[in-house]
Nanobody, 120 residues
């Protein structure tokens, strides 16, 4: 069974920073794309940033210039460094990963979510 466990959320003042982490555990062959999504109250879940196996990142417009996604393949972990946080960044942040369970089975997995609240 593959599991994604996020950590690092919390309450931060506007302009502050947080670093989210997501560890993929279980039995699998390889992790391809990894990413972070968020869902604010009353809104649909949206992509924040993604990163390919080779390390190429992509960002949604709200994250550009403020957030940095990275991954440590040896630790099966993806990170999201969030700087200059704004109240509109308040949301539940979800980790996502495309995981090859074996050579023929590719599945998408989600973490349970971690709350990020930006408020003074």
């Amino acid at each position: 069974q593959v599991q994604l466990v996020e950590s690092g959320g919390g309450l931060v003042q506007p302009g502050g920073s947080l670093r989210l982490s997501c560890v993929v555990s279980g039995t699998f062959f390889r992790i391809d794309g990894m990413g972070w999504y968020r869902q604010a109250p009353g809104k649909q879940r949206e992509l924040v940033a993604g990163i390919a196996l080779g390390g190429s990142p992509n960002y949604a417009d709200p994250a550009k210039g403020r957030f940095t996604i990275s991954r440590d393949n040896a630790k099966s972990t993806v990170y999201l460094q969030m700087n200059s946080l704004k109240p509109e960044d308040t949301a539940v942040y979800y980790c996502n990963a495309q995981v090859w369970r074996n050579l023929v089975s590719l599945n998408e997995y989600w973490g349970q979510g971690t709350q990020v609240t930006v408020s003074s």
